[in-house]
């Protein structure tokens, strides 16, 4: 993927560097306190060993590989609402939209889960 980025960037007349960075941030765009917020609570909920260490970071690397940060954290955003309560959290309960969100992030669990467990 670099190498065509790369050979559209030299027909384009853009700088290769340029391309080869917004590449890179593109397939890295989680912050890492928020890939390490995961691998805490993922080693919580499946024990706290190397072999976890390594599942559960596979797991986050997946996850970035399939769904942006900006809808993991729309997600997440959900997903904390939800556990608020109230009236006026009702909302992130039972709306399509929120419903919506928080599945796709489901899916990508799913298969990260596939793939690293």
Request: charged share 20%; with cysteine; net charge negative.
């Amino acid at each position: 993927m670099t190498r065509v980025a790369l050979a559209l960037a030299f027909a384009a007349g853009l700088p290769g560097a340029a391309v080869a960075q917004s590449v890179a941030e593109q397939l890295n765009d989680y912050p890492t306190a928020a890939r390490a917020d995961y691998v805490f609570a993922c080693m919580v909920t499946n024990g706290q060993t190397r072999e976890m260490l390594d599942r559960c970071a596979c797991s986050i690397d997946e996850i970035a590989s399939i769904l942006p940060y900006e809808k993991y954290l729309e997600a997440e955003t959900v997903l904390s609402m939800r556990r608020v309560g109230g009236e006026r959290m009702s909302f992130f309960q039972s709306a399509a939209m929120a419903e919506n969100i928080v599945a796709d992030l489901r899916r990508a669990q799913a298969e990260a889960e596939i793939i690293c467990f």
